[in-house]
């Protein structure tokens, strides 16, 4: 059985069918990205796979658990994190204060601050900035602060919702090394994305996603030979 198992999942606000009979696997270390154009579906089914959204019906299991439709802090605590579209660090907070936020799990402080030390290790950049305000750091900066934050909950897979959006080249770069980096420790990431090129660098697994449905899936080295993909998502 896979890490995460997403069944015929099927969220609507009010009317609108935002994500229909979606299905999707994701095993221990693999990277998978959902690509798909605005309003397809991407972070409605981040979301509904988080608990923050209700799911309609379908069925979310994690870690051969159901967890369809569970709170967010409970699926969460299950080993399963979110790193949200924007964000959302906290600007009033130093690096090291907004790290602490995600180990609200962790009871033990020992193992907090091994916990830090450990995502210091995974990323000097953050390390240099520990004492600095989060609000002041840059994009890219604050999407690594994120990805950390994420890992202080010592997740076994984790979403993240369009990490390369607004950030220099550069900084995408760093980011996806990051996402490989955490994959290779075998944390599973299922991550939306826009920037195809960036995300088939790490990425194993393509689902395309269309008005809420899957329209394509493979793995990465068929899937970017498509017609549809070169054409719509690498500008080919
Ligand atoms: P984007 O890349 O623009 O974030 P997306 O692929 O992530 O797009 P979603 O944000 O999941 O798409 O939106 C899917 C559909 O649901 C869109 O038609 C969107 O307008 C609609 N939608 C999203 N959130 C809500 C909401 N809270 N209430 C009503 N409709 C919503």
Redesign the pocket.
């Given at each position: 059985m896979a890490l995460l198992e997403v069944a015929e999942l099927d969220v609507n606000?009010?009317p609108?069918a935002?994500?229909r009979g979606l299905s999707l696997e994701l095993e221990e270390s693999q990277v998978a990205v959902i690509l798909?154009?605005?309003?397809?579906?991407?972070?409605?089914?981040l979301?509904a796979i988080s608990g923050a959204?209700r799911a309609r019906s379908g069925t979310v299991s994690f870690d051969g658990r159901n967890v369809t439709n569970s709170a967010p802090w409970k699926i969460s605590r299950s080993g399963l994190g979110h790193v949200p579209?924007g964000r959302r660090i906290v600007g009033p907070l130093t690096v090291e204060e907004n790290l602490l936020v995600g180990a609200y799990n962790v009871r033990s402080r020992g193992r907090r601050s091994e916990l830090i030390d450990d995502v210091f290790d995974t990323f000097p950049m953050l390390a240099e900035k520990r004492d600095e305000l989060g609000g002041l750091l840059s994009g890219g900066q604050q999407q690594m602060l994120a990805l950390g934050r994420a890992l202080m909950a010592e997740p076994r897979a984790l979403l993240m919702?369009?990490p390369s959006m607004g950030l220099a080249p550069i900084m995408v770069q760093h980011v996806m090394d990051a996402v490989q980096t955490i994959a290779a420790r075998g944390i599973a990431v299922l991550m939306?994305e826009?920037n195809a090129t960036a995300a088939f660098r790490v990425a194993t697994e393509v689902y395309l996603?269309e008005h809420?449905e899957v329209i394509l899936h493979g793995p990465v080295d068929q899937v970017q030979n498509s017609e549809l993909v070169r054409r719509s998502f690498l500008g080919i």
């Amino acid at each position: 059985m896979a890490l995460l198992e997403v069944a015929e999942l099927d969220v609507n606000y009010g009317p609108l069918a935002a994500v229909r009979g979606l299905s999707l696997e994701l095993e221990e270390s693999q990277v998978a990205v959902i690509l798909g154009t605005n309003g397809a579906g991407k972070t409605t089914t981040l979301n509904a796979i988080s608990g923050a959204v209700r799911a309609r019906s379908g069925t979310v299991s994690f870690d051969g658990r159901n967890v369809t439709n569970s709170a967010p802090w409970k699926i969460s605590r299950s080993g399963l994190g979110h790193v949200p579209e924007g964000r959302r660090i906290v600007g009033p907070l130093t690096v090291e204060e907004n790290l602490l936020v995600g180990a609200y799990n962790v009871r033990s402080r020992g193992r907090r601050s091994e916990l830090i030390d450990d995502v210091f290790d995974t990323f000097p950049m953050l390390a240099e900035k520990r004492d600095e305000l989060g609000g002041l750091l840059s994009g890219g900066q604050q999407q690594m602060l994120a990805l950390g934050r994420a890992l202080m909950a010592e997740p076994r897979a984790l979403l993240m919702d369009e990490p390369s959006m607004g950030l220099a080249p550069i900084m995408v770069q760093h980011v996806m090394d990051a996402v490989q980096t955490i994959a290779a420790r075998g944390i599973a990431v299922l991550m939306v994305e826009q920037n195809a090129t960036a995300a088939f660098r790490v990425a194993t697994e393509v689902y395309l996603i269309e008005h809420g449905e899957v329209i394509l899936h493979g793995p990465v080295d068929q899937v970017q030979n498509s017609e549809l993909v070169r054409r719509s998502f690498l500008g080919i």
